[in-house]
């Protein structure tokens, strides 16, 4: 059992991982198959343990850039210390976006994850 286990692939990632395109339908069957977590990082992630998918519409373009991933796995892992792992990586993943968010709204497109780092704590409020 993985059940313990979360990936957070970006679509190119997810799709040489899986072989398929990184529609919902197949992130909910490839998280059910391997009984992991999936939080695909997408426009509009999708976050699924193979039996529910939801979906997250906070983040921004601006967050395409090396290190705001790793900011949401330690936001998952966070989440996680005190929570169930699903809960966890749904928390995680909108609070990242909605930090990210923030970002965009002061800085514009162009920022890095120490920027979106710096307002976590202000998106976790």
């Known amino acids: 059992m993985r ?35 999936v939080v695909l990082k997408a426009p509009v992630d999708i976050v699924s343990n193979g039996r529910l998918t939801k979906f997250n519409y906070t983040g921004n373009p601006g967050m395409a850039t ?6 949401m796995s330690g936001a998952i892992t966070g989440f996680a210390a ?6 966890a990586s749904l ?19 162009h920022f890095t994850a120490t920027d979106v780092l710096e307002k976590l704590s202000e998106a976790i409020k």
């Open 3 to 37: 059940e313990n286990v979360v990936l957070t692939p970006h679509r190119g990632e997810f799709r040489r991982l899986s072989g398929q395109e990184p529609t919902a339908e197949n992130v909910t069957h490839f998280s059910k198959k391997y009984k992991c977590i």
């Open 66 to 71: 090396g290190g705001t991933g790793d900011i």
């Open 82 to 87: 005190a929570n169930d792992l699903f809960e």
């Open 91 to 109: 928390a995680a993943t909108f609070v990242t976006g909605l930090a990210g968010d923030f970002v965009q709204k002061e800085m514009g497109d």
